[in-house]
């Protein structure tokens, strides 16, 4: 079983201060993509990331791909109260498309 | 935007009973997936498809689960005798291609078996 464990779990921030959530596994993933998840709706895809060491930006969060493939990072800069939500990161195998997903960081930003 | 639409959004169930969830994929994509997310618990693989059949599935999909696209459009998962633990939120998934090809989620359905 290829396990992702994303850290904190819970996060409750002010605005405007800056965040990282981590997910970590001991597996290697060809990719890794991370979602945000809203009450009563389903994952949407904020960004995937390939190639080991390789880092995204989307306007103030960024995100990085392990060296090794095996962990991901998603900073945000400057947190909004419209970041507030459920965080998620997936990886994905060599060979199909079963995404193994983390269990979620909870992220509230106070204004 | 093109988007992946579920029904109904909540079932609910009695133990034994046979359920079907409905989703329509988005029409130009060919991969399709269904997940689960039992409350509080990460959200789990269920099964690929992809070319009328079935290209991947998890432990979890035994064999009281069965998928089918109908009719070209439709695309169904069917719990033959709910148990209880079945209660979670069903997801289904679309992607145009394979491996780093972005999934597209539905909103769920939340089945509930009494």
């Known amino acids: 079983t290829q396990l992702l464990e994303q850290s904190p779990q819970f996060l409750s921030i002010q605005e405007g201060e800056n965040l990282t959530v981590y997910c970590n596994s001991s597996?290697?993933?060809?990719?890794l993509q991370w979602y945000r998840q809203e009450p009563g709706e389903g994952p949407v895809l904020l960004v995937t990331v390939v190639t080991g060491g390789e880092v995204k930006k989307l306007k103030r969060l960024t995100f990085q791909f392990g060296d090794a493939r095996k962990d991901s990072s998603l900073h945000i800069t400057a947190a909004q109260p419209g970041d507030t939500g459920l965080y998620l990161c997936a990886g994905v195998r060599n060979a199909g498309n079963m995404l193994t997903f983390g269990g979620g960081t909870r992220l509230m930003v106070k204004p | 935007e093109p988007e992946v639409t579920q029904t109904p959004s909540h079932q609910v169930t009695q133990m034994g009973q046979e359920v079907i969830l409905r989703c329509v994929p988005i029409s130009n994509h060919l991969y399709f997936y269904w997940y689960r997310q039992i409350l509080g618990q990460k959200v789990e693989f269920l099964v690929s498809?992809?070319?009328?059949?079935?290209?991947?599935k998890s432990e979890i999909f035994d064999d009281q689960f069965s998928v089918e696209r109908p009719d070209g459009s439709n695309f169904t998962l069917k719990i033959r005798s709910t148990k209880l633990e079945d209660s979670a939120m069903y997801f289904c998934a679309s992607s145009p291609g394979q491996g780093h090809s972005p999934l597209h989620f539905g909103n769920g359905t939340r089945l509930t078996v009494t």
């Open positions: 597996s290697v993933f060809s990719s």
């Open positions: 498809f992809y070319n009328n059949e079935i290209s991947e």
